[in-house]
């Protein structure tokens, strides 16, 4: 037997299983660190809750707490639930949603105030991509432009249009970690996977030009489930039904 030859394969095969082993460590302290930066800012009692419940939390929990206004507008009388989508004559590459350069480029002159829209990739689609009217730099969550696609092509539109009429007193937001640790104790399901949390405004749709819009978290789970908590007085609400209330504050 070929001693050195059988000792230069054991050296080798024992330094490719370190190598192994130094991966998949590093891949758990990642997958660790990943953990304490999304859930640093819950306390330890809902950390506990959340292993017993299997939830994750793949989001990270942002640190803002910004003085935000309710937004008083009007909803022009064509947005309404029976509104049918208009028909584009000539239909346009799909790619272009991603492109807001291209997409008011494309489509600028057919859809009033595209500019005033942002694309929200995680509420969209295969058939439909789903933007929101905007108020600096804030999605409404209720004011929505859906682009109908069909073979790659964007074929119509249905768009929400509104009149921004004015602004309440500014208050300061709840923490995105004060939501979570909420919905966390009484909302979430066992097994439950958030994916997305976003500060924007939301409110219900009343049979009215006249409309209120408020601060709200927008709380997104990984099976498409939203949940809107007031970012002021921590009411939640679900997206059935224009967002019936569903709980108490949570000052």
Known sequence: MDWGRAKNVLIISFLLLNVLLGYQLWLDIREQLNINVNTAEL????????????????????????????????????????????ILKEPVDSTIIYSKKELIKTLGDRIPELDQYAFDLLNSSVGESVFYRVVEGRPMFDVKLKLYIKDQKITSFLQDRVELLGSGEAKQVL????????????????????????????????????????????????????????AISGEVATDDEQGEAAANGLR
């Open 175 to 230: 923490p995105a970690a004060k939501v979570v640790a909420s919905l966390i104790e009484t909302y979430l399901p066992d097994g439950a996977v958030i994916t997305d949390i976003q500060l924007g405004y939301k409110g219900q749709i009343f049979d009215s030009e006249r409309q209120v819009s408020v601060p709200s978290w927008r709380v997104m789970l990984e099976d498409g489930h939203l949940f809107y908590v007031h």
């Open 43 to 86: 306390p330890q009692d809902k950390l506990l809750l959340m292993q017993q419940k299997r939830i994750s939390l793949e989001a990270n929990l942002s640190l803002e707490t910004p003085e935000l206004k309710d937004l008083t507008y009007l909803l022009h009388s064509d947005s309404r639930k029976n509104a049918e989508p208009i």
